[in-house]
């Protein structure tokens, strides 16, 4: 460990630098091995960090929880993204959590209870002068990705009830209510679609179409989630055991999304990349009418797979307009033109009740098609411009 | 010809001059150099013409040397150049309706066209840039020759509908096409407001310049349909072979050569009286009429060799008009079956009248009925349709025998402005003049 510690410092080009840490660390060493890392002494209401300020490179927390609550840590970036974190810390237990990090400001938080945003301490990890200052962050930028996150897990618990909703109507065995309640309960899943999709274990399970299982997977025992009762619904028209089951699983699946949608790696580019592969869907699900096949409200995923690339690109907006302001007058054309083309297929703006893709002939899907690729294009610019 | 072989430089010569193998200008770098980084590339490419000059592009102009065919001259190329092995031909609805919208992107076209008929990679190239940001160039003809690439634009009547201020520019001669008998046109295979024919000796080349000009034109233009094409069935280079169609015979033996100047002052370019008024900003340029023939050729496979003889009016192993012995003899039209094809088209049964063909052979796999989806894309320039392609058509789909065979599926008709002079000049200047 000290080693690492040395080669970061090294990297500093200044021997005033080098003194100055390896004085430290030989003081803590002094101290019986306790600043070997930082420690973090976490109560009820209280989160003490030994010291706000440490070394870029290794970092080790020594967490003791002091308090009556299981505990959880974290160790944040400043746009709350997640650097480590460590769950289940239970009363008058220790343990210990450590991350490679750069230079830059973090925060520290204990969370007891294991509930709500947590007490945090703003921390910095020093570099030496001349030394790599970690990934070029902004102010602004970090303001985009914590919005963008906050965003995020807000679509993800608002989805929550509306498939339970859904779920509910299958478990009564109510084809006509669970029809009606398929498609909102998509909305939250497909406006944040690129980000579900990164915890690869859940999108599998709750979004794959018959068509993406693998040989020698059973359509029967191995195929659940949405697009299966989908099926059951429009196609068999009717709920049975199984349905009732894949119903509890979809509940299930999707609250551990909930779970898990906050720790996902969102950067600015992510976040710009994440926006066209949104219109990526779109061209490529949507548009073709194979992603809902048998209920055909594929415009209420397009809709949403809209809203969701719009509200990346809103929040990088201030960034790209000041790199590339051409490309920003591009952006908010093409979608408002996309916008006003979707409009078409729907009486109350205000609704998802969109026509049935089934009624949307040849001419009508071109003109959608040419709208997604008019708008993807220069969308697959906005990550330059937002890194430029 | 307009093409000035003086200045054919060839593939390695302008690729090394512009851009040096492994020396990759980063994405910064160009755009830090900006302006002074383009002339500096034009001047060394100008050195590497002068050295490339002599020996083999003056006398085998078309031969397959992979070279680049000159962009720049007082007609498009792709018109008379020598014809190329492969087509990708692509029609476009424009979206846009912002006229300087849309001039810009016939700018950005034009800029784009120059880089890749010299070989070169779009905008700021295929790798080397941010690693974050999809490349300008799509990258797939990269390490490819030239492969003599042409990139010709045409303007189709819908264009002058009033949206762009163009209504009062539509010369008389882009005529909406009649009806012709037997004409069974799918819309979604016609017409459009712009189209771009690619040819070019390597297939992968031609598909690389359309597919990035669409990129390019994305939210501006959308593909209305493309067709590829392959082995060329006429030839503007009168000592080649006339290649054959997919029936097995040669056509259009008498078609216009590349180098007849008088033939294509005469059938093919546009000046004089008829570029004057609305017509005056076509002056240097022509007519293309695009027909997509579909041909049943699983039944013409069980028809008897003689009868497929009298059909075209030609014999099938040596191509020469009845009671000739050789292709290019000057055929007896009163020998030949009043309904046969070579009788019915040929400018003596039509008052003159003569086309540049440019047709290529199609085939896109087969039908659903188990039938090969094939036929022949057949592009024809001439100086005013109405006298060209129009009476020809008119004869044929009223008599031809081989009607038995074939159908019309896809149409369209597009102006074809004169050529881009130079580097500040661009695809339709004069229309938007």
Redesign the interface.
Known sequence: MRAVRLSVVTAAATAAALAAVTGCAQKGDAKGGEADGVTVIAKDDSCEVSKTSFPAGHLKLNVENRGSKVTEVYVLYPDARIVTERENIGPGTKATVTAEIKAGDYEIACKPGMKGDGIKQKVTATAGKGAAAGPKRSPEMDAAVAAYRQYVQAQADETLPKVKTFTDAVRAGDVEAAKKAYADSRIGWERTEPVAESFGDIDPKVDVREDGLEAGQDPAKDWTGWHRLEKALWQDKKIGDREKQLADLLDKDLADWVKRVGKADITP?SM??GAKELLDEVATGKVTGEEERYSHTDLVDFKANVEGAQKSYELLKPVAQKNDPKLVA?LDK?FAALNTLLDKYRTDKASYVFTSYDKVG?PER?ELS?GV??????L??L??AV?? | MSEDTTTTATAEDTRVAGRPEGSAPSRRAVIGWGGAGLALGAAAAGGAVALARGREDDTAPVADTGSAVPFHGAHQAGIATAVQDRLHFASFDVKTTDRAELIQLLKDWTRAAERMTAGHEVGEGAYGGLPEAPPDDTGEALGLKPSRLTLTIGFGPSLFDGRFGLAGKRPAALVDLPKFPGDNLDAARSGGDLCVQACADDPQVAVHAIRNLARIGFGKVAVRWSQLGFGKTSSTTPDAQTPRNLFGFKDGTRNIAGTETDRLEKHVWVSGKDAQGPAAWLDGGSYLVARRIRMNIETWDRTPLAEQEDIFGRDKKEGAPVGKAKEHDEPFLKAMKPDSHVRLAHPDSNGGATILRRGYSFTDGTDGLGRLEAGLFFLAYQRDVRTGFIPVQTSLSRSDALNEYTQHVGSAIFAVPPGVRDKDDWWGRELFA
């Open positions: 580019t710009a990349n591009e093409q040849k071109k040419d690729n008019a708008l993807a294009e220069p697959s610019k990550a330059a890194v430029k």
